[in-house]
Structure formats: structure tokens, C-alpha cells
């Protein structure tokens, strides 16, 4: 109770339809390429244009496809599917309808598991599902949405192009939950192999349901769709604005209408588009050119057989080599990073400073640099080579990222590098004693005070030490040896 008004505990209800191209060498139905940036309407046949008896042929590289996606999703693959015709009208779909699945998908049943802040949390994977994509639309006018043009001009070329759809359970309750969920899927379908999941291309983008209750045990609330979503950012944004909309339309008494709104990255807002659809609007049924699809067992096994390493099993690996999550969640999502710190710690370097070099000094290096891993002279047998001169008592930590810049520049081997610039760390245990003795003879007071117990002059003399040597004493060793003459 606040003010005398009761303060209602709203909860989002979010579930996510995400929609992957895959990365065929043609067409779901046809032959046709599948290429992105040719010029338009060059990649089309009567088949993708939808001329008169035109029939569709299943492509069965992008069956595969939405076979790895499923079983990497832990999904039941279906022995038989359908495929249906979708109807509805929009101008860049030529047939009037699209060829998808509808009750009998290739996969169903599936589960993600997320973690946010640490913090674990599964989504259920409703169904994943294979379909076309449709063509696209170039509203010519300023800004580049069709109330504002002039005209319009059409492109076939991704008319047909395999899409894959993945639609969850309403098991997200925060936009934050929704970009991680999304993260992952692109990294799943990445690594997978089947898409570049470029959001920026509209190869992969999302469309998201939001509904919002008072609180978990009520009933759920109406919901809308934001559609095509293109990026990460702008998914979670849409989803922050749509739930802090729909709850102020509640709390001043008005109510939510099912409708399909766009998210307008530029003003930050969701937009209604029209009254939302049901499954009945599309009048489905059974595609009548195409007979049902089936996927028998060795297909699948060998399907599941060929799967490499999926992002979540590769951050556990990383983390039991030594790296901690953040580092391991760094070091997935680059290949480039992720295949030289394997090798490196194949070799024998050390597992949690290898992953620390490669995600901090070498990404700020290449950013400042502007190259690749590739255009760099780093090699794992240099991380090799610069851990254990760490380990043994050669480099300071700082004096080894100088050195790592150093062979990212091309200088040479990490020992010829300390030792041109002179950063050899010195360990001679003899030479750090009369180093000692000296100070404490010039500082008889601050030694005094050592003595009494004053733990703040341990720092004092190591400081001095590294004074005396440049920088150059093994800190450890130094601190070392003034806890025992403090000890006696």
C-alpha cells in the first residue's frame, strides 16, 4: 500500500518469433541463387515469381538446416511434415500466399537455456518451423516508409529464399531475457553454419509478443506484436517501451487491442500497423503441389552426429580451462580469438592469463590498429612462450603486455622483446638482499615501525626495491623477503 493506493507488481509476458535465411546455395522451392546485394530481380525464376504452373521442389540443404537448428534446440524432429499455403496479401509475395508449416512443423517441443547476470532461466522452444521468405519493398521518399513515398519499387531476388522460423514459449518475463535469448540463437545458428544471421541485412531479425498482467498468478494480459525487429539493442528497446505502454494504457483505465505495431528506431516508440491477425485469417491448407516431407531416423542421427560445439558447451569448456565466464562468453563469440587460445592452451599456456591477454590487450590492440587477428605475427606457440616467462619469474604482468604488444607489432619472440627493451625481471635473490639491506639502513625509522607490527611499511619497502631497480624486482619475491624481516 502507497498514498492509500494499492501498488501492483505488473509482470511482462514475452514470447519471441525469430526468423533466420539460411545460407543456401539456392532457393527453398527453386533453383535460383541465394545472394545478398545482387542487382534486383536477377536471382528470380517462374517458380519464385509464381507464374502459372510453376511447381515448388523442396531444397534439401535447407532441410538439413532447420534440422541442425532443432536438434541443437533440443527439439523433437519430426518424422513427417506438411507443408501449407498462408494466405494473405502483400505486395512483394507474388503467389498471394506463402508456402510455410502449420500443425505438423519439422520440429517441435525444443528448450533454450539463458543465463542473465548469472542468473539461469530456460525458454521453451514452441515449435521451429521452415517457410520462404517473401520479396522486399523500396519505398522511394524521404523517409523511406510507404505513407511517405512517392512510389514503390520491388526486388524478387529474396522471394523464396529458405527462412527459418523459431517461435518460443511465453517464458520471458524482461527485455533483457529477450536480448539474451536472441544473442543466443544467433550465435547458435552461426555456429551451426546455416546463417550469417546478419541483423543488420535482415538475414536474421525478430518479432516479439508482449503482454503484461498484475502479477505471475493473474490471467494473461492481450498482447501485440512488434515486427521485424533488426538488431539486438533495438529488440530490447522495443520490448522496454512496449510493456511501460501497455501498462500506462491499464493503469488510466483504457485496455490493450491485439494489433501488429512497428518499432521506429529512430523516435523510440512502437507504432500500430493493423488489428492482428489470427491463424484462421490466413485460411491454411495443405500445399497441394508437395508431398509430405520426411526425415527418417539416419538422417537425423547423422545430422546430430555432424553437430560442432554449441556456444553454451564451449563457455563451459573455456571456463574449466581456467577463464572465468565473462572471458569464456568474450572468447565464443570469436572464432578467430577462441581457436588461437585453444591451440595456445593445447601447447601448455596458462588457460585464465592467455584468455585475459587475448580478450584485453590483443581486441584493444587490433581495435586501435584497425586489423584482424589474422594480420598480426601472434601465434600460439608466442603465448606459449610469454606465459611461461611469466610463470617462471622473468616478466612483471605489466612488463608482459608490453612484450604481447610487442609481438603483435611484429617485433620478434617475447624473450628477444624483454630482453631489447630490457624488461627481464630481476629474481637473483643475492642481488635483492644487499638491495634490501641498503634501504633498510637508509630507513631506520620506517624499519622500526616494521617491527611494531605496522603492516603498512611492507608496501614501503617494495616500493623502495622497485625504486632502486627500475621497476625491474620481482614485487612477490621483495615482499617476500620484507615479511621476513619483519618476522625476524
Known amino acids: 500500500m502507497k498514498g492509500g493506493r494499492v501498488v501492483v507488481a505488473w509482470e511482462a509476458v514475452i514470447g519471441i ?108 522452444i514452441t515449435r521451429v518451423h521452415m517457410e520462404e521468405d517473401t520479396g522486399k519493398s523500396r519505398h522511394v521518399g524521404e523517409g523511406g516508409r510507404i505513407h511517405e513515398a512517392s512510389h514503390s519499387l520491388l526486388d524478387f531476388n529474396r522471394s523464396g529464399v529458405p527462412l527459418v522460423e523459431i517461435v518460443t514459449e511465453p517464458d520471458i518475463r524482461t527485455a533483457e531475457q529477450a536480448r539474451a535469448y536472441g544473442a543466443e540463437i544467433q550465435r547458435i545458428v552461426r ?3 546455416v546463417s550469417d544471421a546478419r541483423l543488420e541485412e535482415g538475414s536474421m531479425r525478430f518479432d516479439a509478443n508482449v503482454s503484461v498482467r498484475r502479477g505471475p498468478d493473474a490471467e494473461l494480459g492481450t498482447r501485440t506484436e512488434t515486427k521485424n525487429v533488426n538488431s539486438l539493442r533495438s529488440l530490447q528497446r522495443a520490448i522496454e517501451f512496449e510493456i511501460d505502454r501497455q501498462i500506462k494504457v491499464l493503469e488510466d483505465g483504457g485496455s490493450i487491442i491485439q494489433e501488429t505495431r512497428h518499432w521506429n528506431e529512430d523516435k523510440g516508440v512502437t507504432i500500430s500497423m493493423r488489428i492482428k491477425e489470427e491463424s484462421e485469417d490466413y485460411r491454411y491448407f ?81 581495435r586501435r590498429e584497425e586489423k584482424s587477428l589474422g594480420g ?40 628477444a622483446i624483454a630482453e631489447a627493451r630490457d624488461l627481464i625481471q630481476i629474481s637473483d635473490t643475492g642481488f635483492l638482499e644487499t638491495e634490501l639491506d641498503s634501504v633498510i639502513a637508509d630507513n631506520a625509522d620506517a624499519f622500526a615501525k616494521l617491527l611494531h607490527g605496522d603492516s603498512k611499511m611492507i608496501g614501503f619497502f617494495v616500493g623502495q626495491i622497485m625504486r632502486r631497480t627500475g621497476g625491474k624486482a620481482d614485487p612477490r619475491m621483495v615482499s617476500e623477503m620484507v615479511r621476513n624481516r619483519a618476522n625476524g
Open 17 to 124: 518469433e525469430t526468423h533466420v535465411e539460411l545460407q543456401t546455395k539456392s532457393k527453398m522451392f527453386c533453383g535460383c541463387a541465394v545472394s545478398f546485394g545482387d542487382a534486383p530481380n536477377t536471382n528470380t525464376c517462374p517458380v519464385c515469381l509464381a507464374l502459372p504452373g510453376a511447381i515448388p521442389v523442396p531444397n534439401k540443404e535447407a532441410i538439413e538446416g532447420i534440422v541442425k537448428i532443432g536438434t541443437a534446440l533440443d527439439s523433437t524432429i519430426n518424422k513427417d511434415s506438411l507443408f501449407y499455403r498462408k494466405n494473405y496479401f502483400y505486395p512483394d509475395l507474388p503467389k498471394n500466399y506463402q508456402i510455410s508449416q502449420y500443425t505438423f512443423p519439422v520440429c517441435e517441443f525444443g528448450k533454450l537455456e539463458i543465463q542473465v547476470d548469472g542468473e539461469p532461466f530456460t525458454v521453451g
Open 191 to 193: 555456429t551451426l553454419g
Open 286 to 366: 495443405q500445399e497441394p503441389d508437395m508431398l509430405p516431407l520426411e526425415i527418417d531416423e539416419q538422417w537425423q542421427a547423422r545430422v546430430k552426429a555432424g553437430q560442432p560445439e554449441l556456444p553454451a558447451e564451449t563457455r563451459m569448456r573455456l571456463v574449466e580451462l581456467g577463464t572465468d565466464l565473462h572471458t569464456a562468453e568474450l572468447l565464443a563469440d570469436d572464432p578467430s580469438l577462441r581457436t588461437l587460445f585453444d591451440r595456445a592452451v593445447n601447447e601448455g599456456a596458462d588457460g585464465k592469463q592467455t584468455g585475459i591477454w587475448l580478450t584485453q590487450e590483443v581486441v584493444a590492440y587490433l
Open 376 to 415: 598480426t605475427s601472434l601465434s600460439s606457440a608466442h603465448l606459449v612462450e610469454l606465459a611461461a616467462m611469466v610463470s617462471a619469474g622473468d616478466l612483471s604482468s605489466t612488463a608482459a603486455k608490453e612484450v604481447l604488444i610487442g609481438v603483435l607489432s611484429g617485433e620478434g619472440t617475447p624473450r
